[in-house]
T-cell receptor, first 111, second 115 residues
């Protein structure tokens, strides 16, 4: 990808379980964002974490950022079938405004 | 919240024709907008950065004469796929944000099919 990799590429869990997705990136960043995309649709912004932050919460979402390892994780707790979607991390390099996406994780939550 | 409108949502065109896609920021001004393309089951690839009042900045490997970008106002950027071919069939999506402290808002995307 242009900037980052995500793993796993695909994740299938039972409803109620937690889902963890990881993102690694290549260069220093200003911030990292997570987005969700339902099949064939546009992207929805989930959460933004700045480079000087280590953890952030929003509802059932928990994001961590480790700038020393150039990695981030997205945890979705108590998953629901409606969480089924692709999840992407995206970063903007601290040398410009360009915004690059990771490879994405396809999450399937089985009812 | 910030809203980005993209039009059309779906277009089918014949090989050799040109297609224009519009991206509008509805409730904020955007000096910069970004254009991405996405192939099925793949991530979004940044194509170019659209700059209001100046030339767009293209990513490596993106043909600027093929994908014409115009950002004539603070609320509108257009992407024109010129002389489209079947391999240009893809999902194109734009994004912008009201300021540096905001997340990016994406348009709903345009699915282009070239036949």
């Amino acid at each position: 990808s242009q900037q980052g990799e995500e793993d796993p590429q695909a994740l299938s869990i039972q409803e109620g379980e937690n889902a963890t997705m990881n993102c690694s990136y290549k260069t220093s960043i200003n911030n990292l964002q997570w987005y969700r995309q339902n099949s064939g649709r546009g992207l929805v912004h989930l959460i933004l974490i700045r480079s000087n932050e280590r953890e952030k919460h929003s509802g059932r979402l928990r994001v961590t950022l480790d700038t020393s390892k150039k990695s981030s994780s997205l945890l979705i707790t108590a998953s629901r079938a409606a969480d089924t979607a692709s999840y992407f991390c995206a970063t903007d390099k601290n040398t410009g405004n360009q915004f690059y996406f990771g490879t994405g994780t396809s999450l399937t939550v089985i009812p | 919240g910030a809203v980005v409108s993209q039009h059309p949502s779906r277009v089918i065109c014949k090989s050799g024709t040109s297609v224009k896609i519009e991206c509008r920021s509805l409730d904020f001004q955007a000096t910069t907008m970004f254009w991405y393309r996405q192939f099925p089951k793949q991530s979004l690839m940044l194509m170019a950065t659209s700059n209001e009042g100046s030339k767009a900045t293209y990513e490596q490997g993106v043909e600027k004469d093929k994908f014409l970008i115009n950002h004539a106002s603070l609320t509108l950027s257009t992407l024109t796929v010129t002389s489209a071919h079947p391999e240009d069939s893809s999902f194109y999506i734009c994004s912008a944000r009201p300021g540096a402290n905001y997340g990016y808002t994406f348009g709903s995307g345009t699915r282009l099919t070239v036949v």
